[in-house]
């Protein structure tokens, strides 16, 4: 099928991975950087705080739970203007919260946007927009992320030497509610059928004028794929699901400890942000690749070049001490990191297509939810039991060597949608 991108395709697009540059990145990539602040001025400890990511998380679940239920009845815009609102109101109250549990309702309201502004609702619309190129978009939306992290990190180092926390924090809830407003009102584009095309473009000359009119019908013989029912008959969604759970817990229990992981070597609060930005450079090119590894080689050679380059940086951080060394376990850790945002979008098409995809995504959403919550409990719990970061990552390396089994299990062609489906079809 020869590639045809129309306008609407760029600003899906463009509409997503500036939601994602932004939200993703001054509501959860730099708020590591927040930890020893807080810690400093609320007297609290590293578990107290790190709940704060607990709380971010909650959220999403009951959303991600009923997303099939969500998407029948609310459009992508409104969802991404929503979550743009409410991620700011999140963000200005932990700027002016003066008690842990007012900071805690602060992250609880900033988490609406994991579900309204995140992976969930942008991989669902690029999945409904894209075909053959869906991994490489996937991975740019995704990249997204890393680029913001990039930036914003040593902005926000900057800010919290010179005006403290919780400015740092107003002044990102301007620009997270500015950007993701605008994306949802200007830029997210419903789906393809209801402009009367097919992915790339091409007209839908098998449907009417009255056809096109309508959103559900337009869509529903557009997009291929099994339903979310027939979906559940089969173990791989529920592995898929506990997968999406592990794997977040041991990328969210790093993503959110790293910079205290880097501060307890020694070094100052600066430099770990020095290396946050390399890690965000690296974990924005790794997702760029990851798009073009998983269209040209396969989802489970890029699982194990994610895989692998995440326990040599276990390793690194658990025997190594130089600043050197942290800079090169950014750089493995950001490569691990890029798995999480597109891994079970990508692996949930691969089995079940683009039909339901939202609803069968937003089970796996619930999942990864859960993981975010529980991730930084346990890294900031098992620091506080042994009074050193070592425990965790221990428990990481091993979690991850048995993600990678059960994923180049799961990801046999076989299972694939194209095989499996087609081949019952035929009988």
Known sequence: ???????????????????????????????????????????????????????????????????????????????????????????????????LPALYIGAFILGFGVFGNGYLVGGAIIAQWYEKARATAMGIMSAASGAGTLIFSPIVAAWLGNVGWRSSLMYSAVIVGVAVVFSGVFLIKESPGVYGLKSYGQPLDTISKEQEATSATASAIDIPGISLSEAKKRATFYIVIACGLFITIVSQGMATQQSAMIIDKGFSLTEAAYVLSVYSLTNMLNKLAAGVITDKFGLKAFIWYCGMAFIAAALVMLFCSSYGAMIVFAILVSMWLAVVGSFTMLVNTFLYERKEIGAIQGFTQVAQSLGAMIGPTVASGLYVISGSYRLFLMMSIVMVVVLLVINTSILNPKNSYYVFYRKATRG
């Open 1 to 99: 099928m020869t590639q045809k991108l129309t306008a609407n395709h760029i600003f899906v697009l463009v509409g997503t991975t500036l939601s994602i540059f932004t939200y993703m990145s001054l509501g959860l990539g730099v708020l590591s950087l927040y930890v020893v602040p807080m810690i400093e001025e609320f007297g609290a400890n590293r578990a107290e705080i790190s709940a704060l990511f607990t709380f971010d998380a909650l959220t999403s679940i009951p959303f991600s739970l009923f997303a099939f239920k969500v998407f029948k009845k609310v459009k992508m815009k409104t969802l991404y203007i929503v979550g743009g609102i409410a991620s700011a109101c999140g963000l200005i109250i932990m700027s002016s919260s003066n008690s």
